[in-house]
Every structure is written in structure tokens, then in C-alpha cells.
């Protein structure tokens, strides 16, 4: 997987991402490099690595985001305060990686922003080689 960062995201967005009300993935801070897949470690309280994201060059503010969706209007008016908005393409799952299997197995740090997949090799060799199931 290349091109792909590593994001934290709070619990309550899978269900907003997996049922497509949530269409975008918002963030503040944009990467030097290309990004055309976005990994999700969840928070606490469920603590683990489950799916990507395929997405689509990022929507730049002062760009607006044109599709009725969730985070839009707060998005475009600048409410939010994230700089760039990734239209979703695809979802994928794939079987969970714990917190605790992320740091002894791969010597993960849960991400403040993003990090790039290609920092930690042995996890991206990992994720190439997953079984996945496409969500949408």
C-alpha cells in the first residue's frame, strides 16, 4: 500500500463512514506526499487498526466541498478548522489489530495527525498482504 498515512479517529465515525453519511475524511494537517489511502486506528475505547480508506485528491479550502454530506456546511464555512477534506472512494475492513499487537508487533505509535505507513515497513508488509472485505 503505498501513498497511504496512518489517522486516529474517534469510535463514533465508523458508523458515519460505513453507512456513507460520511463521505469525506477531514483533517488539518496536509501531507507532503500524495495520499490515495488513508488507514484508521480507532480510539479508545476500542483501540485498534481495522480498516482503509480509498480516497481521491483532497478538497483545499477555500475549495468547497459540493455534495450534501456530513461535515459540509462546518467544512466550508471553516467552523471546522480542517484544511483539506479526502472524498472516500471505497471502504475496506479487514480482521482488527489490537493496540497492544500494534506496539509489540509493530512498534506502532498512535498517530497526534497522520504518519506515513511507508515509517513503519514491517506493518505495511502486514496490511499488502491482508484479506480484506470491501464495505462500499
Not at 31 to 52: A, G, H, Q, R, W
Not at 79 to 101: G, R, T, V
Request: contains cysteine; aromatic residues 12%.
Amino acid at each position: 500500500m503505498d501513498d497511504c498515512i496512518i489517522v486516529s479517529i474517534k469510535p463514533k465515525y465508523k458508523r458515519l463512514l460505513f453507512s456513507k453519511e460520511k463521505i469525506h475524511e477531514f483533517r488539518n494537517v496536509i501531507p507532503k506526499k500524495n495520499v490515495k489511502y488513508i488507514c484508521v486506528y480507532e480510539t479508545s475505547p476500542i483501540k485498534e487498526l481495522s480498516y482503509v480508506l480509498v480516497v481521491d485528491q483532497p478538497i483545499v479550502l477555500p475549495n468547497m466541498i459540493l455534495e450534501d454530506t456530513y461535515g459540509k456546511e462546518r467544512f466550508n464555512s471553516g467552523e471546522m478548522n480542517c484544511k483539506i477534506a479526502y472524498p472516500i472512494n471505497n471502504i475496506y475492513e479487514f480482521n482488527p489489530i489490537s493496540l497492544e499487537d500494534l506496539k509489540s508487533n509493530f512498534d506502532f505509535i498512535i498517530p497526534q495527525s497522520f504518519i506515513y505507513l511507508d515509517s513503519i515497513p514491517k506493518l505495511k508488509l502486514y496490511l499488502n498482504n491482508v484479506e480484506v472485505t470491501n464495505i462500499w
